[in-house]
């Protein structure tokens, strides 16, 4: 029974994924993800700046060879490009409940 246990912890162990480094394909896929969607933001005059400022971050790493790092801050910008757009769109005709009728 003892012997089971570090058996199959080792066996659980081999058959999960292994952590993978990002590279400079991901960081291109990330950031052309992220890119789009701020674009499409801005195009709706709802951009965040936080969102430019991950931008920045995300080609910094990049440029330094930190590939995980900016990957990380490219699906960061993106996720928060995402979040502007809904607001936009959600506040696009919710401010009619809130005028005084």
């Known amino acids: 029974m003892k012997l089971s246990l570090p ?3 080792l066996l659980a162990l081999s058959l999960a994924p292994a952590a993978r480094a990002a590279n400079e394909a ?3 896929t990330a950031y052309a993800a992220a890119e789009a969607a701020s674009k499409e933001a801005a195009g709706m005059r709802n951009q965040w700046t936080v969102t430019v400022s991950a931008l920045a971050v995300a ?5 330094g060879g ?6 990380a ?9 995402k979040a502007s757009i809904f607001q936009a769109t959600s ?7 809130m005028e005084i009728r």
């Not at 080609?59 to 440029?63: G, Y």
């Not at 930190?66 to 990957?71: L, N, Q, S, T, Y």
């Not at 696009?92 to 409940?97: N, R």
Request: aromatic residues 10%; proline residues 0%; charged residues 45%.
């Open 66 to 71: 930190d590939f995980d790092r900016a990957v």
């Open 7 to 9: 058996l199959a912890m």
């Open 73 to 81: 801050a490219a699906k960061e910008a993106e996720a928060l490009a």
């Open 91 to 97: 506040e696009k005709e919710a401010w009619k409940a």
């Open 59 to 63: 080609k910094k790493a990049a440029d």
């Open 26 to 28: 991901d960081y291109k």
